[in-house]
Every structure is written in structure tokens, then in C-alpha cells.
């Protein structure tokens, strides 16, 4: 299996701050036939079941502020809360779509200061 | 777009079974996904069913204990989990997954709590 693996576990940040979180995979995630990297972000707020933000790797899904940014290629990830806001409190996933079974990283939980 | 069947008690050793009522596309179009969250924990893949045929891939962990079904009379995917244990209780969802896109819509979720 492709083991996800987040870091940090959580993180503490300042409103309009910026806020980044890793994510790492034990194999890579391009795709040679189309360049294309099978990583998916995901936010989590309490009560509610995740929202999509990002595939690709880096396109944003529609309806997703343009604060939220990601890149990476191959094993390693990154999301990007370029200025953080109040309702961006959660849970952030990234999740591997390459090969089943579709693992998710663990979670960084973003909170503020 | 997707709305799950609502939260189900059971004593270890029974069986649930789980709705996901698609509306808004093409039931066939996507993928059904099942993901396990347990209570304060983490999201585990469980397995998808293909609408269109019928195939399903279930993650090792749960395979024998689940299976699941896509009827499109009615637009609506089913989880059944058997032989449920303590370690079963989670909140479960559906999801749909545009082709190769991430997993674009998700349902409510639904509570499955196993206790004797």
C-alpha cells in the first residue's frame, strides 16, 4: 500500500498568516503517461464530511478560495494557506488516488492563534 | 447531491447496510467510494463500486466482511458490512469520484455504532 504521511500533526497560526502542510508518499504519485500527479487535498471541519480543495496535485477545485495553493510532484506535497481566515479551522488531508487501496495521510489539524 | 441513510445501532456479530442516494449527474458516470472515519480518528478508504457494471475493489482489511452494490433503478449505492465488531463504529460515507479528479462530492455520512 502507499503509505501518506503528513507533517506536522498540527499547527498553530495567526489570522492572515500563512499556513503550510507537507505531505509525503512512499511512492510517487506521477503518472509518465500524462504528467499527471493522482494527489488530492481535502478539508475537514467538525461535523461536516470533507470538501475536495485540490487534484492534480495543484488545481483547484471550483468554488475554492484562491488562497488555497499546492504544488509538488513525485512523492512530496505541499498545501498552502497563503493568508489564513477564521473558517479555515480543520482538518487537512491529502489523499493518494494513484492505486487502490486510496490512502489518506493521517491529518493536520490548523488552528489559530 | 449525495444523501446517506440515517444512523444505524447493532450488536457485534450483525449486519448493516448503508444507503448513498445520488442525484444531480449521471449515476453511472462516477465512481461510488466508501470511507470509514472513526470517532476522533482519521479517513480509511474502504472500497468503491462501479455504477455502470457493478465491479467493486475492497481494501483488504474489510474484504469478506463487505460488499457493495450500485442500483441504478433507484440511483442509489449500498454498503453492507457483516460480522461487525466494536471497531466497526464509525461514521461511513459515500463518495463520488470524477474521473481521476479526487473525490468531488461526498454524503452527509452516516453513524454506525456497534455495542452490545
Known amino acids: 500500500d502507499v503509505v501518506m504521511t503528513q507533517s506536522p500533526d498540527s499547527l498553530v497560526v495567526s489570522l492572515g498568516e500563512r499556513a503550510t502542510i507537507n505531505c509525503k508518499s512512499s511512492?510517487?504519485?506521477?503518472?509518465?503517461?500524462?504528467?499527471?500527479?493522482?494527489l488530492a487535498w481535502y478539508q475537514q471541519k467538525p461535523g461536516q464530511p470533507p470538501r475536495l480543495l485540490i487534484y492534480w496535485a495543484s488545481t483547484r477545485e471550483s468554488a475554492v478560495p484562491d488562497r488555497f495553493s499546492a504544488s509538488g510532484s513525485g512523492t512530496d506535497f505541499t498545501l498552502t494557506i497563503s493568508s489564513l481566515q477564521a473558517e479555515d479551522v480543520a482538518v487537512y488531508y491529502c489523499?493518494?488516488?494513484?492505486?487502490?487501496?486510496?490512502?489518506f495521510g493521517q491529518g493536520t489539524r490548523v488552528e489559530i492563534k | 447531491q449525495l444523501i446517506q441513510s440515517g444512523t444505524e445501532v447493532r450488536k457485534p456479530g450483525a449486519t448493516v447496510k448503508i444507503a448513498c442516494k445520488v442525484s444531480g449527474y449521471t449515476f453511472s458516470a462516477y465512481y461510488i467510494h466508501w470511507i470509514q472515519q472513526a470517532p476522533g480518528k482519521g479517513l480509511e478508504w474502504v472500497g468503491l463500486?462501479?455504477?455502470?457494471?457493478?465491479?467493486?475493489i475492497y481494501t483488504e482489511k474489510f474484504r469478506g466482511r463487505v460488499t457493495m452494490t450500485a442500483d441504478t433503478s433507484t440511483d442509489t449505492a449500498y454498503m453492507e458490512l457483516s460480522n461487525l465488531r466494536s471497531a466497526d463504529t464509525a461514521v461511513y460515507y459515500c463518495?463520488?469520484?470524477?474521473?481521476?479528479?479526487?473525490?468531488?462530492?461526498w454524503g452527509q455520512g452516516t453513524l454506525v455504532t456497534v455495542s452490545s
Open positions: 463518495a463520488a469520484a470524477r474521473a481521476e479528479q479526487g473525490f468531488s462530492f
Open positions: 489523499q493518494q488516488y494513484y492505486r487502490s487501496p486510496y490512502t
Open positions: 511512492q510517487s504519485l506521477l503518472y509518465s503517461s500524462n504528467n499527471k500527479n493522482y
Open positions: 463500486v462501479d455504477p455502470e457494471d457493478g465491479e467493486t
